[in-house]
């Protein structure tokens, strides 16, 4: 197990800056997730954890130690990457067993250790296969099992459920978790998919426009998001974001949603707190969830544009001008199309934020 820290790193091409100045401790043993849309600078990030790229300033060090210059065959890393690199013209056996051979393990205890990976990532019946008759699925399991049949110290793991179908990167997710638990590795995992981050990760490093927007466990990312932007990407639907204004009233501080015609109280606390913050045009924001259903005449008013029954839940589209929300209820919920659904939501779950910079008010 080996600790990560990446010390004020940045990553320029040219005049364009792909990385700025991104500080991040990733600890012993932890399984971290880089989530950010395409081009945010994950992949950057983790190209100069494993060597391939140097940083342009700031230092990357492994339990303290400086890697700058360090290269990446030295650096006790496992990469594997969305393109499995897997030799087709060797068998299952012989892509697990590659990275004990080179580095000289007997051939007694590589034979323990493929029989053992292949057991976990049930390739058992396939060992004796060529590698290219294999499906992409099964030759992503081989690409994971190749690398982590070395037990890395740090495994790094950039897209690698990105080319296979829906069904099997579920099964590979619970499959990546138990492979972390087993082997306790540190492990960066960059995905721009929020339920991978979200399933697996002890911690999420939530990224955009290459800066680092947030780092918390899945649950705090999703609660407390730092800004609109991590609001926005992490949940599905997103959090509500409404315009409003912060009023005095005789309910104490308010906020006039004006795109909605009406208003909504706040808790002491977060009133308090906005009341420090000396701003007056916010966003309002809940997630999809915290709506409920009330009674006509209280709550916002809202006209239900659309209802999408998903299975498990339902999604209540509403509101019909520039501001739009989304309510989720279970799935025998009686609202229709057409009709006004009146929601209600806990003072406790809104969130606030400074309309002007984005970041919550908390
Ligand atoms: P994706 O999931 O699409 O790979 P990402 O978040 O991993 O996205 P990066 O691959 O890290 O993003 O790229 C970040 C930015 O840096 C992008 O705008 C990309 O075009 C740019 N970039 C990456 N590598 C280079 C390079 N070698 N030369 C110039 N620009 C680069």
Redo the contacts with the bound molecule.
Sequence with gaps: MTSIHLNNLVKT?GA?T?LKTMDLEIRDGEFMALL?P???????TMNMIAGMEEPSEGKILFDGRDMNGVPMGRRGVGFVFQNYAIFTHMSVYDNLAYGLKVTGVASSEIDRRVKAIADFLQLTPMLKQPSAKLSVNILQRLAIGRSAIVEPAIFLLD?PLSNVDAAFRAVMRTELKHLQRQFRQTMVY?T?DQLEAMTMADRIAVMDHGVLQQVGTPLDVYNNPNNLFVASFIGSPGMNLIKGKLADSDRGLIVDLGGLGRSAPLDAALAAAARKAGVQDVIYGFRPERATLSAAGEGLALPVTFVERIGARTVVHLGDGEQRVKAVFDNDVSVENGTTAHIAVEPGSVRLFDARSGASIK
Aim: net charge neutral.
């Design positions: 091409f364009f792909a950010g395409s081009g945010c600078g994950k992949s950057t897209e960059v721009h």
